[in-house]
């Protein structure tokens, strides 16, 4: 696809259960990152990685949050026993470079409601 | 550590209006600079960046200049359009720290004809 593609679009999951939200970058893009973003403030940074390689997961809030991106292209974002607190949009976004800042595409997001 | 402050919205203007968002942050060493805009409906948007102290973004009509000596980098547009109702975030990305973005909290602005 053109952008980058995020699924689903709507989660909503029962206290407790895990969820696996996808992110598909733009195609030959080097680095990935992952941001939640509560109702009405800005994303916080999640993980980020660089190809297959994890570089920085210091935003991940607990253990029971856990990234992937095995083939160094679609990344998987995983959510065990989730809490109501995990309620947020979750932002994919992507770069061609390896410093991906000055060139980052953001997804539309997955929004995660916890009941 | 690195943080980022936006001026509270929402902000509510009328069309042809000045703009001024103010942003100010703290960092460690020399971060680059940014303004991201979020359409209703739609995702994150690049609006324009710097990336050394006294260089001015721009793109738009929006205009934002990396000022070092207040750590600020506001935004501003001269005359605003209906269109330009969103939600603006200012962000900084670390000095070496593989990109990752810091973002404020976002100003809703509101444009009326």
């Known amino acids: 696809g053109a952008g980058v593609s995020q699924s689903p679009r709507y989660k909503v999951a029962k206290r407790g259960q895990d969820v696996a939200l996808r992110c598909d970058p733009i195609?030959?893009?080097?680095?990935l990152f992952w941001y939640q973003q509560a109702l009405g403030q800005g994303p916080e940074f999640l993980t980020y990685?660089?190809?297959?390689?994890?570089?920085?997961k210091s935003g991940l809030p607990s253990d029971r949050f856990f990234a992937e991106r095995p083939e160094g292209s679609v990344s998987t974002l995983k959510i065990q026993r989730t809490q109501q607190e995990d309620s947020a949009v979750y932002l994919c976004a992507s770069s061609p470079r390896r410093t991906g800042s000055e060139k980052l595409f953001f997804g539309s997001g997955t929004q995660l409601s916890v009941l | 550590g690195n943080s980022v402050t936006q001026m509270e919205g929402p902000v509510t203007l009328s069309e042809e209006a000045f703009l001024t968002i103010n942003c100010t942050y703290t960092?460690?060493?020399?971060?680059?600079l940014f303004w991201y805009v979020q359409y209703p409906g739609e995702g994150l948007q690049l609006l324009l960046k710097a990336t050394k102290a006294d260089d001015k973004g721009s793109n738009k009509g929006f205009e934002a200049t990396y000022r070092k000596e207040t750590t600020s980098f506001h935004l501003e547009k001269g005359s605003v359009q209906v269109s330009d109702s969103a939600v603006y975030f200012c962000a900084l990305s670390p000095y070496n720290q593989g990109g990752k973005l810091i973002f404020g909290q976002g100003t809703e602005l509101s444009v009326k004809p």
């Open positions: 960092a460690t060493g020399y971060p680059s």
């Open positions: 990685f660089q190809n297959e390689a994890q570089l920085d």
């Open positions: 195609s030959g893009h080097v680095s």
